[in-house]
């Protein structure tokens, strides 16, 4: 059979010799066997593989055929079933099948990277530099194979580049203009890059720079090895699927070697031996470890074999998450959990052994310890207390990786029950073992479980920390009794917090008792523990030292001042509140010296690794303060002591003027300037409609306003709350109407001010009176008849008391200058001399510090030099 007609059966990649190079390049890879293996022709497409049934002489006419008729064989099937004379269709043919093979694929990716990184040196864009530079080692490694040799082209271009990179940072160093930030990093990248890949082509880069020319046309290098097949590695922290014992069933785990791999109570010891040495090494599955530990805990079958292997087990499920910035994940969270607390019963049941930190590291893996004649434990080496501390951070950060407005959320703060159980546990056996005075366990890890005992109870209410306790007392049984905190402590959360905290104030100092403190005092301002909370905020002098600690100390610092503020106003202490809150509040950045948000701002840049510092500080949102309830009582604080000082420095001039809240005043000004205020949509609308009510005197419309803000309803006792802000603003309305129209008043009645804002007689006259007692008001109180006499001081006119302002201003401008001069001259007796004058010249001269004060008398000119006045301004100022 002809050739020709047997296109349907065989593949068309043995029709010729341009074929053999594709079959040649499948060898190379299986992905490229594919194409080649492809008929050429759609309509002769039959059976890709040769027919093994034919006959030799079939097989001796196709020979034939191929030597007699070669233009039969360049045109193939496809010639006699195309019109002969349409040759640009023979041509697009032809193209159309030509097949290239897996070599000629890749030469032709390398020259396409090799030229996309010559464009970007023309450009000078090392941004694509880079990326074409990783593409193209990728592809010189599957084209140079494990022991092929590197392409000329390859070694060109590596040669080039950092001749052409080390042009780059020369001209960079001489260049004032500054490189883009974007492409400064990418060089960088790429002068570590090829100061890397060149290492291992140094012998090869000599060469080429020795004889461009002849290097280039040697003898082609030798053909490439097949490329490698890639197997993805499953990261530790993708879950992998066990496989069960039923899909094991009739199978043989074994090792690499072939060996089978068989888990005995006599070979436990040394599989954690193996383990252990590939511990923290590249190319450890950390997720097989587990597997591996999980069978030998079902294999143990003695006390110090479980607590080896639940040690090292919960020890390699940690090590999950310490790679990664994410969290650890929950399945493997709850296990560690659950095998914690198994070990501590373990411990528990079992006396005789002992896990302290101190314990020396058994070699022996043929055997088990034994206790000795005169000791009373048996000592395995590890620490409860860090793997509690650990547990409980690793459940923070997936909190905080969580958004909080979920289900998912709720379900995860559940296991906060679990992890405090574990907690206390972990308290009382650390007590046992501190009463051992062979063992020697120091007084910080006690330290240590008390204060994360302390840091779960001290934000939460106390219907939530008395079931807490309750479940946990539960879970050990009766017979168990606590040294630190009996069971008749915890039950009462003031007297456990207490306990807590004075424990740590005795055993402990330095960080630990100043954050045992500021827990205590944020406890006591959550109930309502105002005076307590407050002298022990002031004992402590942690104002003082606050910035000398932590990170997170500052926050918990930053979290208490505001707890004492809110206190403060729920007891209806204005002032405190204000006070207190001014710190905080004032400054613009609650969200960020809370810890409950991350501040985005704008002229700054913020490196990856201070935006992940940020991020793993920030609290869960179970433990975040009400921003916009916080910005509510600041601002409500703020309007009733800004409006009546507002309206006495108005009413009096010569009031020297001071502001109490900046924040407060912008927030005013602006709404003052608005042409048109609608109806308030927000809390801090409310209070501006509040604030211009009030001063207006309409202390009613004020109240409605304050009530209508329904972020009230978020605190205890939101009616009495109410009510102590209505009488609050009726208060404040008062002293604003007696500072605004005293000027207006020769006598006015107590009864008629009464009747006006609705206090008693004798309120109204307690007010009056502190005012006139604090010089506030220029007036008598005549109680015979009930009036308020008020005294006419000197009126001022309008441009007397714009003269006032004035001077006030240039007095201030003066000051401003001095400071200014004061710390460039570093306060220099000759800071006035200039060089070419002389002492009684002009200008010269140093500055009087002698004679009356700026304020008052008419200073004279001293002869022989001028005494530093302010110029011309300031002597019509003081003139």
């Not at 030229?115 to 941004?127: R, S």
């Not at 510090?849 to 304020?855: D, E, F, K, T």
Request: charged residues 30%.
């Amino acid at each position: 059979m002809s050739r020709f007609f047997r296109g349907g059966e065989e593949s068309s990649s043995e029709s010729d010799s341009g074929d053999e190079v594709s079959i040649n390049g499948s060898e190379e890879s299986s992905d490229d066997e594919q194409q080649v293996k492809k008929p050429q022709n759609k309509f002769l497409a039959g059976n890709d593989d040769s027919d093994d049934d034919s006959d030799e002489s079939e097989e001796e006419s196709e020979e034939e055929s191929d030597s007699s008729d070669d233009d039969a064989g360049k045109g193939g099937a496809d010639y006699f079933l195309k019109d002969a004379s349409s040759e640009s269709e023979d041509s697009d043919d032809d193209k159309r099948s030509a097949v290239k093979s897996a070599k000629d694929k890749r030469a032709e990716e390398l020259d396409a990277s090799i030229k996309q990184i010559e464009n970007g040196q023309k450009n000078g864009d090392w941004t694509l530099i880079s990326a074409e530079f990783d593409k193209l080692s990728r592809q010189v490694e599957r084209l140079q194979g494990p022991r092929g040799k590197a392409p000329k082209t390859w070694i060109r271009t590596i040669a080039e580049l950092e001749d052409f990179m080390n042009e780059a940072l020369a001209k960079a160093k001489v260049t004032p203009k500054k490189m883009n930030a974007t492409q400064a990093r990418a060089l960088n990248a790429m002068k570590q890059k090829i100061k890397k890949t060149n290492k291992g082509y140094q012998k090869d880069i000599d060469a080429y720079r020795a004889d461009k020319d002849d290097f280039m046309e040697s003898s082609e290098e030798e053909a490439p090895a097949p490329a490698p097949i890639k197997v993805k590695i499953p990261k530790a922290s993708d879950p992998i699927a066990q496989p069960t014992e039923e899909d094991m069933e009739g199978f043989t785990e074994v090792t690499q070697g072939g060996r089978t791999v068989k888990y005995s109570p006599e070979s436990i010891l040394k599989h954690l031996r193996a383990i252990l040495d590939t511990r923290g090494k590249k190319n450890t599955d950390r997720s097989e470890q587990i597997g591996v530990l999980e069978k030998l805990h079902a294999t143990a079958n003695t006390p110090y074999q479980q607590i080896r292997v639940l040690l090292t087990l919960i020890s390699s499920r940690f090590d999950l998450a310490s790679g990664s910035s994410g969290a650890m994940p929950v399945e493997h969270w709850k296990s560690a959990e659950k095998e914690l607390s198994t070990l501590f019963t373990i411990l528990e049941q079992n006396k005789e052994y002992v896990v302290v930190e101190n314990a020396e590291e058994w070699e022996d893996d043929e055997k088990v310890p034994v206790l000795q004649p005169g000791e009373k434990h048996i000592k395995v080496a590890g620490s409860l207390v860090s793997f509690v501390e650990r547990l409980d951070d690793e459940l923070g950060r997936s909190l905080q990786s969580i958004d909080p407005h979920t289900s998912e959320y709720i379900e995860r703060l559940q296991d906060e029950g679990s992890l405090y159980n574990i907690i206390f546990r972990g308290l009382l056996y650390t007590e046992a073992l501190r009463k051992e005075d062979d063992l020697d366990v120091s007084q910080d890890t006690v330290n240590r479980i008390v204060m994360r005992r302390l840091e779960h109870v001290y934000f939460k209410p106390a219907q939530v920390i008395k079931v807490f306790e309750d479940n946990c007392w539960k879970a050990v049984g009766s017979d168990v009794d606590s040294d630190i905190t009996g069971r008749a402590a915890s039950a009462d959360a003031t007297n456990l917090v207490g306990t807590l905290c004075n424990y740590l104030f005795v055993h402990s100092d330095g960080i630990i008792r100043a954050r045992a403190m500021l827990c205590q005092v944020y406890f006591l301002a959550l109930h309502n523990e105002y005076y307590k909370s407050r002298d022990m905020m002031l004992m402590s002098h942690l104002q003082e030292n606050i910035p000398n600690f932590d990170v997170q100390s500052q926050i918990l610092y930053n979290r208490t001042l505001v707890q004492v503020g809110l206190c403060a106003f729920r007891k209806g202490l204005v002032y405190d509140a204000q006070n207190t809150l001014q710190e905080i509040c004032g400054s613009g950045r609650q969200k960020e010296l809370l810890a409950q948000g991350v501040m985005m701002q704008r002229f700054n840049q913020v490196s990856p690794e201070q935006e992940r510092l940020e991020k793993s500080r920030q609290l869960p949102f179970h433990m975040h303060i009400n921003l916009e309830l916080l910005e509510c009582v600041y601002l409500t604080c703020s309007m009733l002591l800004e409006i009546p000082l507002l309206a006495q420095t108005g009413s009096s001039p010569d009031v020297k003027k001071r502001v109490i809240s900046k924040t407060y005043r912008r927030m005013l000004e602006y709404h003052e300037r608005q042409i048109f205020t609608g109806p308030p949509e927000n809390t801090r609308d409310h209070v501006m409609q509040a604030s211009k009510a009030l001063a207006a005197g309409e202390w009613k419309k004020s109240t409605t306003f304050i009530h209508n803000i329904k972020i009230w309803d978020l605190m205890a006792n939101t009616e009495d709350i109410k009510s102590m802000l209505s009488k609050q603003i009726q208060e404040e309305g008062l002293r604003t109407y007696l500072f605004t129209y005293a000027p207006f008043y020769d006598t006015l009645s107590v009864e008629t001010l009464g009747a006006m804002f609705e206090l008693e007689p004798t309120k109204v006259s307690a007010i009056i009176s502190k005012m006139i007692s604090h010089e506030e008001l220029s007036a008598s109180l005549d109680q015979v008849t009930s009036n308020v006499i008020f005294r006419k001081g000197v009126e001022l006119s309008r441009l007397q008391s714009l003269a006032l302002t004035l001077s006030d201003k240039a007095s201030s401008l003066i000051e401003t200058n001095e400071r200014t001069l004061e710390q460039r001259t570093q306060g220099s007796s000759n800071a006035f001399d200039r060089p070419g004058r002389g002492r009684g010249g002009g200008r010269g001269g140093a500055r009087g510090r002698g004679g009356g004060g700026r304020g008052g008398g008419n200073t004279q000119r001293q002869a022989g030099g001028t005494q530093f006045t302010g110029g011309a301004l300031g002597a019509a100022v003081r003139g």
